[in-house]
């Protein structure tokens, strides 16, 4: 598990993906979007705060006491997040179908069991989130801030 473990930490080295990371994301937003896949997985489409283009890519999402939800795995320094805080939220999911969604911040101090529900399903997550699965939630309480997760809400709920 090491090797793999390494395999996806150079694959996001410094944060970013590298170009074989952005051909698999690629392919994983395709096959995810399109629903082949199980339904933990899917694709989001967020409009970029600078271009205006919808940028897919592949997700993972977390349920946890009924409710749905996205972590940032390299935390707040990335594209994704800045993007949807610009865009107060509101999104695309698709898993087979499309759904229009808002991204709501959950606060720093109930992120905790949910960091620890992502790890336990998102196992290409787990190298870049600095704690164990099996840990107890107290664990994910030290790292909470620094990971960014959001709860996923329909946008006609809105």
């Known amino acids: 598990m090491k090797f793999y473990d390494n395999y996806l930490r150079r694959l996001y080295r410094g944060g970013r993906p590298n170009r074989s990371a952005r051909i698999q994301n690629r392919v994983s937003a395709i096959l995810f979007g399109a629903g082949i896949s199980p339904s933990r997985l899917g694709a989001l489409e967020v409009r970029g705060r600078r271009s205006g283009n919808v940028i897919t890519f592949p997700v993972v999402i977390a349920n946890y006491e009924g409710g749905r939800y996205l972590v940032s795995m390299l935390g707040e320094d990335v594209n994704w997040v800045r993007n949807v805080r610009a865009g107060a939220g509101r999104a695309v999911l698709r898993h087979g179908r499309r759904e229009e969604v808002v991204l709501?911040?959950?606060?720093?101090?109930?992120?905790?069991?949910?960091?620890?529900?992502?790890?336990?399903?998102?196992?290409?997550?787990?190298?870049?989130?600095?704690?164990?699965?099996?840990?107890?939630?107290?664990?994910?309480?030290?790292?909470?801030?620094?990971?960014?997760?959001?709860?996923?809400?329909?946008?006609?709920?809105?």
Request: charged share 25%.
């Open 104 to 158: 709501e911040e959950v606060p720093v101090q109930q992120r905790a069991p949910i960091l620890r529900r992502y790890v336990q399903v998102a196992p290409g997550g787990r190298p870049h989130i600095p704690v164990n699965r099996t840990a107890p939630v107290a664990d994910f309480e030290r790292i909470a801030s620094a990971v960014p997760v959001f709860r996923i809400s329909p946008r006609s709920e809105r």
